[in-house]
């Protein structure tokens, strides 16, 4: 196993994430989970404007959303990779672009890892843009996040013609 096979492992992942102090003031850090046997990536960017009161009022509402979005579309959530954007909350930087830069390294290192043939992007894309390039053979999706959507009923239609593109794509049945 090469050095750079060895870093991109998902155990390893997660433990530089754990040692990562790139950030000052730290109160939480977010891990990759999923097995992403089913070649889909989840990456989840909240908006900017959503509060850490809201994040933790609608947490569970909004991983029950994320399951019922891949059920319809024939996805087990637990045969995807889900990872977060940002790999930390609490962080002295204030800027979410130095935040993305922090952790770019880390989520590069996780789509090699996990050589996804989809990649949803639920939240914010803006960040990745570049990065896409970087992973032609996956397709890329955005949808808006979970939050969003559970705070913003009228945006469903749009999450679910995406996810029927996406079905589509990976060749899974209507």
């Given amino acids: 196993v090469s050095a750079v096979q060895t870093a991109g492992h998902p155990s390893s992942i997660k433990e530089r994430i754990r040692l990562c102090n790139r950030c000052a003031g730290i109160t939480d850090r977010k891990y990759g989970f999923g097995s992403g ?4 990536m989840i990456i989840l960017h909240m ?17 029950e959303m994320m399951r019922k979005m891949m059920k319809g579309i024939g996805i087990t959530l637990a045969q995807c990779y889900i990872t977060n954007m940002v790999k930390c909350e609490g962080g002295a930087v204030s800027r979410p672009s130095e935040m993305f830069s922090s952790c770019e390294e880390l989520l590069r290192d996780e789509i090699e890892s996990v050589s996804p043939s989809a990649v949803i992007v639920m939240g914010e894309m803006g960040p990745l843009a570049k990065m896409t390039r970087s992973f032609p053979t996956a397709h890329w999706f955005i949808i808006e996040h979970p939050v969003t959507l559970i ?14 593109i996406i079905r589509e794509k990976l060749g899974l049945p209507s």
């Fill in 37 to 40: 046997e089913n070649g889909v």
């Fill in 47 to 63: 908006p900017s404007k959503i509060s850490a009161y809201e994040k933790k009022l609608f947490r569970a509402d909004s991983l």
């Fill in 151 to 164: 705070k913003n009923p009228d945006l469903k239609r749009g999450a679910w013609n995406t996810l029927k």
